[in-house]
């Protein structure tokens, strides 16, 4: 029974899993079941050991039969299987992940040895279905992650002059926000991100390079030469859109007319294109504290080092087709909401043709709700990701800081951004927004990302507000756990 569960517990621990793509469901939930497959298939070979000791001991033959060389594997799997169970404690998993992801993978290949030896015994090998699976779901995992580095990071031209491209990245660490600024240019401009994406980094050229890191897209842009308002071209015509992050207020206003004439003329498109993806890292220990001390080596705290990416992997909720949206996030959170509230500007200005990815906004109000420890990092994201969304009468926004709050700051660009001391009361705020959806008659989608003590405060008053009769209301949570 427990080698039955082997191939679900290297499936659901897979970054690959079918069921991924099939269900729609996040690498979160998946590594959920993970987690208890794990206990379930421990516990069955705990059980498994403990009944064949009684039974040789019953027999008077049990240093005889413990001797053996299959049953030696056999404790030895089971052995390592505990240990593994306890290396992947919450605690001990956030307090030391590098030193858990090597033991991890380590005594993963230990228990899968020690199972096909532990079985050699039986004629015909007929327990080996069971491990086999196992093998080949990890092979076909690591594959098509080397396969999506190598799509993502690697192009080959032979019109341009670099017969290969290679990803180029460049991060900035700014000490009052206490955030890396990771801008990575991927080495294949053909990507299309989408809200809700996420990435896997690397950074090879170090002594653990084969780690990789989960970051959301916080934002992207497209670049050729100067002119950073165009997106890619498709099949050697302008598609019919606005970057972005230069979505104009009303569609033909003077951004539009701009990007028109720029794409008549025809030189931007004998530049290169690039694609700009920005992630936002908050230094803590291991990886994310080695590139904050990178930075700060440089006098201008900025670094140029050699970051890869994996993906993409996540999917995109529809929040543009609900009425309403209230998007609560804590910290570098705010990169799950920024590609939804640039979504959005774009959806509002486009004509809807019919196809998924450019189906027309029905968003009638969004608001944002922010909360972080540094007003700085506020500041920073409203000036440049948030700048056009803040002057839209469609969308509202609060901040929040939790440690320094310069109450108003300054915006060069003709508005101010106004920050409040502490955290926003979040279940009279889901409360009022329920209760205004309701009477609207209009549905209401609201996300979270944050700390886990955000998500289930958000949780339990949409819950509050279900119960009370407000049935309109969809709970997304966008959240990443190891």
């Not at 970051?215 to 100067?226: C, L, Q, V």
């Not at 207020?249 to 690039?274: F, T, V």
């Not at 140029?304 to 996030?329: A, C, D, K, Q």
């Not at 009468?393 to 915006?411: G, H, I, L, Q, V």
Request: aromatic share 12%.
């Amino acid at each position: 029974m427990s080698f039955a569960n082997l191939p679900l517990l290297w499936l659901f621990g897979g970054r690959n899993n079918i069921f991924l793509w099939a269900t729609g469901w996040s690498f979160a939930s998946f590594n959920i079941f993970h987690r208890h497959v794990a206990r379930v298939a421990t516990v069955q070979a705990i059980v498994h050991s403990i009944l064949y000791v009684v039974m040789f001991i019953q027999t008077g033959k049990a240093w005889r039969g413990m001797s053996k060389t299959y049953v030696l594997w056999g404790i030895l799997g089971t052995f390592v299987m505990i240990l593994l169970l306890i290396a992947s404690l919450d605690r001990i998993r956030v307090a030391t992940y590098e030193l858990f992801l090597i033991a991890h993978v380590v005594l993963s290949v230990l228990t899968l040895i020690a199972c096909f030896y532990h079985t050699i015994v039986f004629e015909g090998n007929e327990y080996w279905k069971y491990l086999w699976p196992s093998v080949a779901i990890w092979v076909i995992d690591r594959f098509l992650r080397i396969v999506r580095l190598c799509y993502c990071n690697l192009h080959v031209s032979i019109s341009n002059r670099r017969l290969v491209k290679v990803s180029a990245s460049r991060m900035v660490y700014d000490e009052t926000a206490d955030v890396v600024r990771l801008e990575v240019t991927p080495g294949i401009p053909s990507l299309q991100p989408s809200p809700g994406q996420y990435y896997f980094l690397y950074q090879p050229f170090r002594l653990t390079g084969w780690e990789s890191h989960p970051f959301t897209i916080g934002a992207w842009s497209y670049e050729i030469g100067d002119c950073t308002s165009l997106v890619p071209k498709s099949e050697g015509k302008p598609i019919n859109s606005l970057d972005i992050s230069h979505v104009p207020l009303l569609a033909g206003g003077a951004s539009d007319r701009d990007y028109q004439g720029n794409s008549e003329n025809g030189s931007p498109g004998e530049e290169e294109l690039k694609l700009k993806l920005t992630f936002w890292v908050r230094p803590y220990d291991g990886w994310t504290k080695q590139l904050r001390q990178r930075c700060m080596s440089s006098p201008d705290k900025t670094s140029e080092t050699t970051i890869l990416l994996e993906g993409p992997y996540g999917e995109t909720f529809p929040l543009w087709r609900y009425e309403s949206v209230l998007i609560i996030v804590g910290g570098t959170g705010i990169a799950s909401a920024v590609p939804y509230i640039q979504d959005h500007l774009r959806r509002s200005v486009e004509d809807w043709d019919g196809r998924l990815e450019n189906e027309k906004t029905r968003v009638r109000d969004m608001e944002l709700v922010w909360t972080t420890k540094q007003a700085a990092f506020i500041q920073d994201v409203s000036r440049r990701e948030l700048k056009h969304a803040l002057k839209r009468e469609d969308f509202n926004a609060s901040f929040y800081a939790t440690r320094d709050s310069t109450a108003s700051a300054e915006d060069p660009t003709d508005f101010g951004v106004d920050i409040q001391s502490g955290r926003p009361h979040l279940q009279s705020l889901i409360m009022s927004r329920a209760c205004d959806a309701c009477s609207a008659g209009t549905s209401l989608a609201i996300l979270v990302c944050g700390p886990s003590r955000m998500a289930d405060e958000a949780r339990a008053a949409t819950h509050l507000a279900m119960r009370q009769g407000y049935r309109s209301i969809k709970f997304v949570e966008e959240s990443f756990m190891w």
